[in-house]
């Protein structure tokens, strides 16, 4: 009798553990692998200048909301009265000390799981390139303006080697930017899309599968009971008139506007109007669903960036991202659809019949993603391709994006004229209008005059003028420009800490969004104006 007892006994349930319960709202954002991606990043902060922003970066980084494993604080810099004004992570203790090292302290109190390293440490003389060879690999390098050039030249030859993202910082004043560079191309997999727009139905392909469990459940639909009419799932429902209407229309589907108003009467005719709320829930789902469900097939712009993409390394060639996408690509042009995503909307139905529709979706998914494996293991390299990697492909194809598809840099001179005439627009709306209306005026021009000031931090509005005239002319003549390059001027490379707090935290943001290879990240250079309270993306 014990042993019946024992054998009926359920398993004990496992809760979260501490890990878990720890970082229970970031698994929710980017799930185990992403948070197992931040957990190993190595990250390098070359800091400089006023140091506020760099380590405010950072901060937002070790946290234990996020968490990165590891980073590195290059900074030379010796803590003076003014630092204490603009750091929190500084105080009057670490006069006299390496700013690099105090700060590493400081934020290794945040979070005690994370490791840190600062240099130069005791006597020893910084050399920047020794740091880059023997504390890495790095997953991202950040460093701030002002800095040396030669640092930076040293920063982008070693990152250029090993690809390795870097992201440019500098908060003056009012002002502040951060540019990326990604060298090469950078795919996200896992974009994250509004989940209305990741909902694929299949309706105009239906799968023989699909279409018998529809056709089983509407074979004597006028003689169903109440219940079982008003339990109907819309996406039968949708099927079996689609079928009456191809009958009545030599085989089309009702995919222009006109045809979609006519084929939502065909659908709501069908509802059973004897009861009290006067028609059927499920219908009516039915009806909304018609324009996001019933249309012709097509890329998504991102995707479509993909397919036609030149891979030219031999590295990218043997990457499982572009193996996969191979792989996808073939499979598009074969079936003229991509593979199912897998996953049914909540719709009313009765649960035995919607659990029974749901697993013929994630069937026809699995079925789709493992004809996707059996290309990629028949192509050069695929061989070593994860399982895991192509199903994760699969459920996101439609919504892939590549990063700097296109490394080649605009003009700056041509940047420059189309935000001009972009202020000029804005101008004359605000006159037009009497002010009652108006646009937002550029922030190309601030980052200009912030470039200008990249070495030279106490550079005046004439000398950051004058560099800016070398690299666009015509700025010379544009008043907005020369009243922003005051403004720089007056910050004499001084930081708000207010301003660099906020930059520090849109910084990390980014960086977590390339560092765990989700969501979409900024492509090229944000930036805001504490003035006006705005931020711009432009691609440089």
Not at 451 to 457: E, I, K, N, V
Not at 509 to 522: A, G, N, R, S, W
Request: charged share 25%; glycine share 6%.
């Amino acid at each position: 009798m014990a042993e019946i007892v024992a054998d009926q006994t359920p398993p004990v349930l496992r809760g979260p553990t501490e890990k878990e319960k720890k970082y229970d709202r970031q698994l929710r954002l980017w799930a185990a692998s992403g948070q197992a991606a931040l957990e190993s990043a190595n990250i390098l902060l070359v800091n400089s200048g006023a140091g506020a922003v760099g380590v405010e970066t950072l901060k937002n980084l070790v946290l234990p909301g996020k968490r990165i494993g590891r980073f590195v604080i290059v900074d030379d810099s010796i803590v003076d009265e003014a630092d204490l004004g603009v750091n929190f992570f500084l105080d009057e203790n670490s006069l006299g000390r390496t700013r690099s090292e105090c700060c590493t302290q400081f934020l290794l109190e945040l979070n005690p799981e994370v490791q840190g390293e600062w240099h130069p440490q005791s006597e020893e003389k910084l050399d920047l390139r020794q740091v880059l060879d023997r504390s890495g690999p790095f997953t991202l390098i950040m460093y701030t303006n002002p800095s040396r050039e030669e640092d930076i030249a040293t920063i982008e030859s070693h990152a250029s080697q090993h690809q390795t993202p870097v992201v440019c910082i500098h908060s003056a004043g009012f002002y502040s930017y951060f540019r990326f560079s990604l060298h090469g191309t950078f795919p996200i997999v896992d974009t994250h899309p509004e989940v209305e727009k990741t909902t694929d139905l299949r309706l105009l392909q239906p799968w023989p599968e699909l279409s018998a469990f529809s056709e089983d459940m509407v074979r004597s639909i006028d003689t169903l009971d109440d219940h079982e009419h008003g339990h109907l799932p819309y996406v039968v429902i949708l099927l079996h008139f689609l079928e009456r209407w191809r009958r009545s229309h030599d085989g089309k589907n009702p995919t222009g506007l006109k045809e979609k108003k006519e084929f939502s009467k065909l659908v709501l005719g069908g509802s059973r109007t004897n009861n009290p709320e006067g028609g059927e829930e499920n219908f009516q789902e039915a009806v909304d669903a018609i324009n996001k469900n019933i249309k012709v097939p097509e890329l998504e712009p991102g995707l479509e960036e993909v397919f036609n993409y030149q891979v030219s390394s031999e590295a990218d060639q043997k990457s499982p991202f572009w193996i996969i996408a191979g792989a996808i690509r073939l499979f598009y042009q074969k079936h003229g659809s991509l593979p199912l995503p897998g996953s049914l909307p909540d719709m009313k139905a009765q649960s035995s019949v919607y659990v029974k529709l749901q697993s013929i979706y994630k069937a026809k998914a699995r079925k789709d993603a493992q004809e996707v494996l059996q290309t990629v293991r028949a192509s050069a390299g695929g061989e070593h391709v994860n399982s895991t990697e192509v199903d994760l492909f699969c459920k996101n194809a439609r919504f892939v994006k590549l990063i700097n598809a296109n490394p080649t840099r605009s003009e700056l001179a041509q940047v420059f004229d189309a935000e001009k005439a972009n202020d000029e627009a804005a101008e004359a709306m605000k006159i037009e209008t009497g002010g009652a209306f108006s646009l937002p005026l550029s922030n190309f021009f601030i980052y200009l005059a912030l470039r200008a000031t990249s070495h030279s931090p106490t550079a005046t509005s004439d000398e950051i003028m004058s560099a800016i005239t070398q690299l666009v002319p015509q700025a010379a003549e544009y008043e907005r420009m020369g009243q922003i390059a005051q403004e720089v001027a007056r910050a004499g490379g001084g930081e708000l800490h207010n301003i660099s707090a906020l930059t520090g935290g849109m910084v990390a943001q980014e960086v977590i969004k390339i560092i765990t290879k989700q969501y979409i990240p900024i492509d090229d250079a944000c930036i805001f104006d504490g003035i006006s309270s705005r931020c711009q993306v432009l691609r440089l």
